[in-house]
């Protein structure tokens, strides 16, 4: 065979892995589409300060999904690509009875500051959404553990498109407040963790040893946590800095331009759900074989971030006009929605080679790149919402992503690179000392 047609026929294969993303795709989709209708539905809804404080409760949510991301979805996903039908069912009955230890007192912490922070009477509302959702979302990363990314979409459906549906009929009835939205979020959220359990199959199983195995997702998702909690800190402290300097209305303006630029975030997730396991299968043949592996799911997706941009770009005030009508103001928001619409391309690519490197335990060069980003968030962050306002606010998110994308795809680099040197070896955590 020629070189010419051994090249063809690689590419050819890998082409037709494409269709293997099309599935969690789909499924994020509609995680990403009914959260997204959420959204919009409560910006008309209640008022414009209600709605910033909303956007703090999505920040108090995103940590507490770092945190449960982290220390449990992550690990299962990266230990149990690797374990037969038997071994998978195991640790995902065994991560059940885990989660409660990092969950619940995760949730009460977290909603005891909001309640501090911003209303006492949200505590409440609060810590049912926080707890309920990761609840939910640990039923549906059981199915994702083994590729079953099909039979999670009923209760997705459930659960995100569920509760826009509840929303829509309790706002014509009795009206809507930020209480009751929270509630309806923490009642879908359990139907949709229902539907997922009862898919799970989990009879004739056994728990696995809890003390080792809380420690081996420790030493999985340590750095996993600690890049995750950056990378919420990053964008959270945006609309907390908005509130400080200029009051919740200007952080409610925030959040309506990022709902917009979050569209892409059923691929975003959807990709980086899948990236780690692949990657991780192939790493026995190497860094190179590993991104081998991964490339095409993330290629598959640039296309379709990258048109969606390019639309944000070319007509931001028709999209608001569609999706808000009168709710939003086009003069304030057309060109931050611009500038957060180039930085989504950024975190794009950034998200995607993060979850190539965590699949091959790179996760202390994911950290470095995002202390780096955070420390320059830091510094122009605060500045440039000073200066600004809400467009400072948007360069600075838009930096942090173009910083933390660059590094990462130095390191990536040097990972590939690596295999020139050292051959590949078998043990994954040999090859993270290595590294």
Not at 23 to 39: E, K, R, W
Not at 298 to 309: D, E, N, T
Not at 401 to 428: E, K, M
């Amino acid at each position: 065979m020629t070189t010419a047609s051994a090249s063809l026929g690689r590419w050819a294969r890998r082409a037709l892995r494409l269709p293997t993303i099309a599935i969690p795709l789909m499924d994020q989709g509609i995680v990403s589409a009914g959260t997204f209708l959420f959204n919009v539905l409560l910006a008309r809804a209640i008022p414009l300060e209600s709605y910033g404080h909303f956007a703090i409760v999505i920040g108090i949510l995103a940590l507490m999904q770092a945190g449960c991301g982290s220390l449990i979805f992550y690990p299962l996903s990266v230990r149990g690509a690797a374990q037969d039908e038997v071994g998978r069912k195991n640790l995902i009955v065994s991560v059940i009875a885990l989660a409660p230890m990092i969950l619940l007192p995760m949730a009460a912490i977290l909603s005891l500051g909001f309640a501090w922070l911003v209303d006492p009477n949200l505590l409440l509302p609060t810590f049912a959404m926080l707890a309920a959702s990761q609840v939910q979302e640990l039923m549906r990363r059981g199915l994702l553990t083994e590729f079953r990314y099909l039979s999670a979409i009923p209760g997705d459906i459930l659960s995100f498109f569920g509760q826009a549906a509840v929303l829509t009929l309790v706002s014509h009835r009795i009206g809507m407040t930020l209480p009751i939205a929270l509630w309806i979020m923490a009642a879908t959220s359990l139907i949709g963790a229902v539907a997922q359990w009862s898919q799970l199959s989990l009879r004739s199983t056994r728990l696995l040893p809890l003390r080792p195995m809380t420690a081996d997702f420790w030493s999985i998702g340590h750095w996993s946590l600690t890049t995750n909690v950056l990378g919420i800190g990053r964008t959270m402290c945006l609309p907390w800095l908005l509130v400080a300097l200029s009051g919740p209305s200007l952080a409610g303006a925030f959040q309506i331009g990022m709902n917009l630029v979050n569209v892409v975030n059923p691929i975003v997730f959807g990709v980086c759900n899948v990236v780690p396991q692949l990657a991780s299968r192939a790493m026995r043949g190497g860094y190179r074989a590993a991104w081998g592996a991964s490339w095409p799911s993330i290629a598959a997706g640039l296309p379709i971030v990258g048109g969606f941009v390019t639309l944000l770009m070319i007509a931001p005030s028709e999209i608001l006009a569609f999706v808000y009508g009168s709710r939003a103001d086009p003069a304030m928001l057309v060109w931050p929605i611009r500038i957060l619409a180039i930085g989504a391309m950024f975190y794009y690519v950034g998200s995607t080679v993060c979850a190539y490197l965590h699949g091959v335990l790179g996760g202390r060069d994911a950290l470095i790149a995002d202390v780096i980003a955070t420390l320059a968030m830091a510094v122009a962050g605060p500045v440039l919402v000073g200066l600004y306002g809400l467009k400072g606010a948007c360069l600075a998110l838009l930096a942090a992503f173009a910083i933390r994308s660059s590094v990462l795809i130095v390191y990536t680099v040097i990972r590939l690179r690596s295999d020139d040197v050292q051959r590949p070896v078998g043990n994954l955590e040999h090859r993270e000392t290595a590294g």
